[in-house]
């Protein structure tokens, strides 16, 4: 008798389960529109929550009474963990709304997930310790979590909360992995991809950092970073520019390959270096000219400062016959009524305040003197800051100087997050900045 039933019973159960069963392939939410893929995929990326989380899978699961389907995994834990960016990317919509709640979308644009989106939903918005909902403004996203910023995978973007409808559900991170630009694209189940993800204890430094940073790869080697490029920098290098290697800021492998390989950096104009041969070279206008004690007396240069260098830091440098003809060369540096001037490479005099000096690491033996009755240049504009520096004011502001901006880092959690804590500052008067533009510290 029980066989027959279960044999009765089966097609039955058969056309049951074919009626629910969704094909691989696109589909439509009918409560909501929403275009979603049932295709299993792994899309390489980084784990989404530093810090305890458990999930299972609950993707198109029912929601509000079956009306709608759930688009994304479910990441519970407690409040205020931290989220990072799941990969490579760029910041595409940043929503503080009390009503809906917090979110953040991240756009992968390099590396094996390009072309895919995390939306990341009940972003925080209470108090540390509480429940008030007053907290966005200070504890749902880190400064320079915009439209626009660049982020690497396992930065801190944001933290873990109950924000919007999850305020009767415990603090969770609503996780969608959607194929294409943020909200408009089709979501996929993030469960494999979840399942697979490399798993951070603690955020990974942020980035990208500003032009002009010193940066220490996960191999030890240094790399001074320019706009678009990555250079490698040897100590010998580092020293003539001033630099020291305990300023370096740890780089990720991942924001290495985010750029592009520069040629090495070169000691700069107006430096004297001195090779393992016992040659003593001048540098002006990215070239090197041989330059005994006597030719460089005649510059105004009796007791430089001499930079031991390899011959591999000397071969991004021409060699030209003759020392320059006048004191004024590019990069020589000179005291004009009490102030250090810099000659640049337009033959004009630019003046450096005290804190500009500094922050090239010049000191009194590379200032020359200047011969009587000395014809002076005419006078250019004023030189900046030094781009990477690593600045603080009287009133603990602290930024990074790059690009002719100030790029403020807003508190203690960025600081440490860009890998600041403990790195040299050189302290300057408000006012030096006061004129500068500002902008976040993310931006490129």
Same mark, same amino acid.
């Given at each position: 008798?029980?066989?027959?039933l279960?044999?009765?019973l089966?097609p039955a159960l058969? %056309?049951?389960?074919?009626?629910f069963?969704l ?11 929403q ?6 995929v ?7 929550v ?11 699961a ?8 759930h688009m ?9 963990s ?6 490579d ?19 992968a ?8 989106s995390?939306i990341?939903?009940h972003?925080?918005?209470d108090?540390?310790g509480?429940d ?6 200070a504890?749902?996203?880190?400064a ?8 690497l995978?396992?930065q801190?973007v ?6 919007g ?7 969770h991170?609503?996780l969608?992995?959607?194929k294409?630009?943020?909200w $408009? ?9 979840l ?6 204890a603690v955020?990974?430094?942020s980035g990208p ?5 010193l940066?220490?790869?996960?191999t ?8 678009d ?15 020291s290697?305990?300023?370096? @800021?740890p780089?990720t492998?991942?924001? !290495?390959?985010g ?5 090495a950096?070169?000691?700069p ?9 016992g ?7 990215g070239?090197r ?8 007396a ?16 000397l071969a991004g440098?021409?060699v030209v ?13 000179h ?5 250090v001037?810099?000659v640049?490479?337009?033959g ?6 005290p804190?500009v ?6 000191t009194? !033996?590379?200032v020359?003197?200047?011969?009587e009755?000395?014809?002076l ?5 004023? %030189? $900046?800051?030094r ?18 901006a ?5 508190d203690?959690?960025? @600081?440490?997050?860009?890998?600041y804590s ?6 300057v ?6 004129g ?9």
């Open positions: 008798m029980r066989r027959r279960r044999t009765a089966l058969l %056309l049951l389960l074919g009626t069963a094909p691989a392939g696109a589909a439509v939410d009918p409560g909501t529109g275009a979603y893929e049932t295709a299993r792994v899309v390489p990326m980084t784990f989404p530093a810090g305890p989380t458990s999930f299972s899978d609950n993707f198109l029912c929601r509000s009474g079956c009306a709608r389907m994304g995994q479910d990441l519970m834990g407690p409040k205020m931290p989220l990072v960016a799941a990969f990317g760029v910041v595409t919509s940043v929503s503080r709304d009390s009503r809906s709640g917090n979110t953040l979308t991240i756009a644009d390099r590396g094996p997930a390009a072309g895919w995390a990341y939903v972003v925080n918005n108090t540390p509480t008030d909902g007053r907290g966005t403004g504890y749902a996203f880190p320079g979590i915009e439209p626009g910023a660049r982020v995978a396992g801190l944001a933290w873990r909360g109950d924000s409808n999850a305020e009767s559900t415990g603090p991170l609503h969608e992995l959607r294409g630009s943020g $408009g694209g089709t979501v996929y189940n993030a469960y494999p991809s399942a697979a993800a490399r798993r951070l955020p990974a430094p950092h500003p032009a002009g940073s940066m220490r790869h996960p030890g080697s240094l790399w001074l970073l320019s706009d490029a990555k250079r490698p920098v040897s100590a010998a290098v580092l020293a003539s520019l001033g630099r290697a305990a300023s370096a @800021v780089m492998s991942s924001e !290495s390959l750029y592009r390989t520069g040629p950096a070169l000691p104009d107006g430096a004297v270096l001195r090779d393992p041969a040659t003593t070279w001048l540098v002006t206008a070239t000219a041989k330059a005994p004690a006597p030719g460089l005649a510059l105004g240069l009796a007791a430089p400062r001499v930079w031991p260098v390899g011959d591999a830091d440098l021409p016959e003759e020392l320059p003809q006048t004191p004024f060369y590019a990069g020589a540096l005291r004009v009524d009490g102030r001037h810099q640049g490479a337009d004009l005099l630019h003046p450096a305040t804190a000096t500094g922050s090239h690491g010049w009194t !033996s590379d020359a003197a200047l011969p009755g000395s014809e240049p005419a006078q250019g504009a004023p %030189l $900046g800051l781009d990477g520096t690593l600045v603080q004011t009287p009133g603990h502001l602290v930024a990074v100087v790059s690009g002719g100030v790029r403020r880092l807003r203690a959690r960025q @600081v440490a997050a860009y890998g403990g790195r040299p500052r050189q302290v008067p408000a006012a030096e900045l006061a500068l533009r500002t902008a976040e510290i993310s931006q490129r």
